[in-house]
């Protein structure tokens, strides 16, 4: 049984910045494509960030250049750091990864407010 467990959440003020890690089990995790979602309140949940099993990493057009994903491999896990918060980005974000079928996380909640 594969588990996610994520941390790092918290409040933050505009232009603060958080790092959020993902703890990976029960599965080979250098063959996981691995990633983060989010979901604000009364929207559906986006992918923000992806990076796969080879390291090529993807980001919505609304993070590029504020967020960078990274993995280790040794270590089984998955950061997503986040820089120039906006308030837009609070959301409850969730750890993501694929293999054969799709695993979750239970999702960690940041807010961005002054």
């Known amino acids: 049984q594969v588990q996610l467990v994520e941390s790092g959440g918290g409040l933050v003020e505009p232009g603060g910045s958080l790092r959020l890690s993902c703890a990976a089990s029960?599965?080979?995790?250098?063959?996981?494509?691995m990633g983060w979602y989010r979901q604000a309140p009364g929207k559906q949940r986006e992918l923000a960030a992806l990076?796969?099993?080879?390291?090529?990493?993807v980001y919505v057009d609304s993070v590029k250049g504020r967020f960078t994903i990274s993995r280790d491999n040794a270590k089984n896990t998955v950061a997503l750091q986040m820089n120039s918060l906006k308030p837009e980005d609070t959301a409850v974000y969730y750890c993501?990864?694929?293999?054969?079928?799709?695993?979750w996380g239970q999702g960690t909640q940041v807010t961005v407010s002054s």
């Open positions: 029960g599965t080979i995790f250098s063959s996981l494509t």
């Open positions: 990076i796969t099993s080879s390291g090529r990493t």
């Open positions: 993501y990864g694929r293999n054969s079928r799709d695993y």
